[in-house]
């Protein structure tokens, strides 16, 4: 744990997170985890859990659904932004299998996600014709999205430049990874040491709430790390209570940070501090390379 800590200090310090662990063979404790959260329909408000089953496509549950125009777009809170107004949860069931989440609506009423009124119920209060999916239903799936906005006002190609995923002038629409409702992950890690340093770097008032950045696992990091964490972890695997997560790689952040919901607060700083610090990258995603259940308080390590 020492040699841990003076590593990662001295990569915030110095800028080199990236490549500190280059030529170091180890296992390092990064810290626990804090919480777990599932979204079992896309863009809508999810749930915290205390334990989760961890598949090869990501939390067991997690963007098992999604609202869709008839044979076209997954609508998202990149766009429709009043879907963060309902929830969904399976409830506490680390592996709620083919079962299907119960929807909550703003107004408090709640259905099955399967429940033949579903869509009706939904399109009435978006008011427009809308159908809730199960994933796999359609082979090829794309978000929505409005490029004039998805980075808050700051121009996409200015955002894109030298990213390996490009979106084309006035595009309308993004590719879901296949058979899914992920926009390009099965898997979303957080550290806490990241939305510290990032409250730090936006000043006074700045609200960081978890929420913002949907994560599936937060990990509590220890108090003296600061800095973007997840930079040391990039090219090296997790290893998370009975779990092992690998091809970790940086979470491109977009206007879904910024965006009201609940008790969180419209907050354009949150993105423009994220891409003017870091790239637009803050968090990270990841592959399952070694299914098993996840436990909040397991620890987290990095295997280099």
């Not at 079962?99 to 399967?114: C, H, Q, V």
């Not at 899914?180 to 990032?198: C, E």
Request: glycine fraction near 12%.
């Amino acid at each position: 744990m020492l040699l841990l800590r003076g590593a990662l200090r001295y990569a915030v310090k110095y800028g080199a997170c990236r490549s500190v662990y280059v030529g170091v063979m180890g296992e390092f404790l990064v810290g626990k985890v804090e919480a777990l959260f599932r979204y079992p329909v896309k863009s809508m408000q999810g749930e915290r859990l205390s334990s989760a089953q961890v598949g090869a496509m990501g939390l067991v549950g997690d963007r098992a659904f999604a609202v869709r125009e008839p044979q076209g777009r997954v609508l998202t809170a990149k766009r429709t932004k009043e879907l963060l107004g309902w929830s969904a949860a399976f409830g506490e069931c680390a592996d709620p299998g083919g079962r299907s989440p119960l929807i909550t609506a703003p107004d408090g009423e709640t259905f099955e996600a399967t429940d033949d009124t579903a869509s009706a119920r939904l399109s009435e209060r978006l008011g427009r014709d809308v159908i809730v999916e199960r994933a796999g239903s359609s082979a090829e799936a794309f978000g929505e999205l409005d490029a004039d906005t998805i980075f808050a006002g700051i121009p996409a190609a200015e955002v894109l430049e030298g990213k390996p995923r490009q979106l084309p002038a006035g595009a309308d629409r993004y590719g879901l990874a296949t058979g899914t409702f992920f926009d390009s992950a099965h898997l979303h890690v957080l550290g806490t040491g990241t939305l510290d340093h990032l409250g730090s770097l936006i000043g006074e008032g700045a609200d960081i709430d978890v929420r913002r950045f949907r994560p599936n696992m937060l990990i509590r990091t220890d108090d003296g790390v600061t800095g973007f964490v997840e930079d040391a972890w990039m090219g090296h695997r997790l290893r998370i209570g009975a779990v092992e997560v690998s091809e970790i790689w940086p979470t491109l952040r977009c206007v879904m940070t910024t965006v009201a919901q609940a008790s969180v607060a419209r907050d354009l700083r949150v993105l423009k501090t994220i891409v003017r610090e870091h790239d637009t990258d803050l968090g990270a995603f990841a592959s399952t390379s070694v299914p098993g259940e996840v436990h909040v308080g397991d620890p987290v390590v990095l295997v280099t």
